[in-house]
């Protein structure tokens, strides 16, 4: 089956003046495990895509895992009724059987939510995802590429500097870096959500959920902002993106970075700073985290300024543990 098959229909990309994507809906798109049950069924199944799930990104990400489902379904002959916990446990288990546990997990979660919204909306009297299990995945510790401080001050340096561009990405990766912000929290600030309040300049990151989280600029990342914002003169723009594509002619547009275009620009910079290629847009804010762990900060610290909901999060940046265990088994003299 091609992944990608379920995505194009309902979610077509078209940029507004904030940046924002429009998702386009049409019942003809709808999966025939859908169709098949009704038009109460199809605008229920519409619902849940547009008003249930508002965010674009897990929109796109569980709209592939049903689509894989109602996908399976349709070839084994299953029709949305007759859909019970044995044939979704059918399916997760051959599904554990192809991709990892956290994505098994992830669709599973993407099958019960939406099952849930059927289930309130009446199509179906019980969710029948409900009882089954996904499969045991405990993580202790982050798989996310991580640079040393040096290898991270190094990647900045080489940035040139004397063009916009590599202002602007230096302005971008020391946010995330020195802010620990999340790739898409940096995209989407605008010129007014970098302020000053007293004597420091301070974030203002629009995190997930349409909630806002504010952070005291660090001094570097004040400076790389300050260089950006004066070269591009923007300054005054307040309502319009911090961050901004660039034309063929090497000068910002008023159209907001995409983070494919942030990992792109990574990608470009990594390679020319000599550093693995498989580091990631998520790579700064593990950066960031783990060098404040290992300068002596707190993890209750790094949780309020990370904004993760959780501690544990948190703690899977601290890798400061790993030099202790190695220190240990060098002990074995042999």
């Given amino acids: 089956m091609d992944k990608d098959r379920f995505p194009q229909p309902y979610h077509e990309k078209s940029p507004d003046d904030s940046g924002s994507e429009l998702l ?13 049950a009704g038009e109460q069924a199809q605008r229920r199944f519409l619902e849940f895509f547009t ?5 674009p990104g897990t929109r796109a990400v569980y709209g592939r895992a049903v689509a894989r489902f109602c996908d399976w379904c349709e070839r084994q002959h299953v029709e949305l009724l007759d859909v019970s916990p044995f044939v979704v446990a059918a399916y997760i288990e ?10 098994v997990k992830l669709h599973l979660a993407a099958i019960r939510m939406l099952f849930d919204w059927l289930v309130v909306g009446q199509v179906l009297p ?5 009882s089954v299990r996904g499969p045991k995945h405990v993580v202790t510790t ?9 290898a991270a001050r190094e990647l900045l340096d080489t940035i040139d500097c004397t063009r916009i561009v590599g202002l602007r990405d230096r302005a971008l990766i020391g946010l995330m870096v020195y802010s620990f912000a999340r790739v ?20 203002r990151l629009h995190e997930k959920g349409g909630k806002h989280h504010e952070v005291p600029a660090h001094h570097n990342a004040e400076e790389y902002l300050d260089a950006y914002l004066h070269e591009a003169g923007i300054a005054d723009e307040k309502k319009g993106p911090l961050f901004r594509t660039v034309s063929r002619h090497r000068q910002l547009t008023d159209r907001r970075m995409h983070r494919a275009d942030v990992l792109r620009m990574i990608k470009r910079r990594a390679v020319k700073a000599g550093l693995p290629e498989h580091i990631c847009c998520h790579t700064f804010r593990a950066t960031g985290i783990t060098a404040y762990l290992e300068n002596g900060g707190s993890l209750e610290h790094a949780q309020r300024i990370a904004a993760h909901n959780s501690v544990r999060t948190t703690k899977l940046y601290d890798r400061t543990s790993d030099a202790v265990s190695l220190d240990e088994i060098e002990r074995i003299i042999i």
């Fill in 24 to 36: 386009v809906v049409s019942s003809a798109h709808t999966p025939a495990l859908i169709r098949n």
């Fill in 51 to 55: 008003a249930h799930i508002r965010n």
């Fill in 94 to 103: 051959q599904l554990t059987q192809q991709r990892s546990a956290p994505t």
């Fill in 126 to 130: 019980l969710n029948p995802a409900a």
């Fill in 142 to 150: 982050g798989k996310t590429p991580v640079l040393t401080a040096i």
């Fill in 184 to 203: 898409s929290a940096a995209i989407g600030m605008n010129v007014a959500d970098y302020y000053p309040q007293g004597r420091r300049m301070r974030f």
